[in-house]
């Protein structure tokens, strides 16, 4: 099993370009998370999907789209990159269970230029 | 909304005891959890209090107090692996699923 997969690793954009990245889990969770990590800070939630085809804002959703059209699948898209979207960015998935926890993939590095 | 503090940083040596400290403010509390982080790494879960109260495994402990809205998480034995970051996190306001995380302790460990 391979848990929870995020793609790509890295990532290096342009101001205005745009990218998907991609989580993938085989957990079969339903609730999914998009979080991004600046230095020296917690995690800030970006978006979150409690079941195929939901998603709902974060703390911080400006500048960012997802979707979950399949379980398995959420996809956090940049439409128009700017510099102050240079961070770590982490999906999690979690269960349900009473004890909220929550399964990290390995995180994007994405740099804006 | 809510809101987490804990030190920034917490230096000890190998062998030692430390303690890593939270509190929180958050209306409709559900749980106080507590997540490791390697550098360069993903979060890792740790522990899960809902009640008040000691929760051990193995040589790490979480402890809550809901009254004080307060939690800490005990480290014993210190190894040079346990250096990395520590993360408390609550759900936030009116949701039981999603998480609001600390901005972290820098725990390292001496030899």
């Known amino acids: 099993n391979a848990g929870v997969t995020q793609t790509p690793k890295f990532r290096v954009l342009k101001t205005g370009q745009s990218m998907t990245l991609l989580c993938a889990q085989d957990m079969n969770h339903e609730y999914m998370y998009w979080y991004r990590q600046d230095p020296g800070m917690g995690l800030r939630l970006i978006h979150y999907?409690?079941?195929?085809?939901?998603?709902a804002k974060g703390e911080v959703p400006d500048g960012y789209n997802v979707s979950r059209l399949k379980k398995q699948n959420f996809l956090l898209g940049l439409e128009s990159a700017a510099p102050s979207q240079t961070s770590v960015y982490f999906c999690?998935?979690?269960?349900?269970?009473?004890?909220?926890?929550?399964?990290f993939g390995p995180g994007t590095r994405l740099t804006v230029l | 909304g809510q809101s987490l503090e804990q030190p920034s940083e917490v230096t000890a040596v190998e062998g030692a005891i430390v303690q890593i400290n939270c509190t929180y403010q958050?209306?409709?509390?559900?749980?106080l959890s507590w997540y490791q982080q390697h550098d360069g790494g993903a979060p890792t879960f740790l522990s899960y209090n809902a009640l008040d109260g000691l929760e051990e495994t193995g040589r790490f402990s979480s402890f809550l107090s809901r009254s004080d809205s307060y939690g800490y998480l005990l480290l014993q034995e210190l190894q040079m692996k346990d250096s990395a970051s520590y993360f408390c996190a609550v759900p936030p306001s009116g949701s039981a699923r999603q998480l609001t995380f600390g901005s972290g302790t820098q725990l390292t460990v001496l030899p």
């Open positions: 999690a998935t979690e269960a349900g269970t009473p004890y909220n926890e929550q399964f």
């Open positions: 999907s409690v079941g195929e085809g939901t998603t």
């Open positions: 958050t209306s409709g509390f559900y749980g």
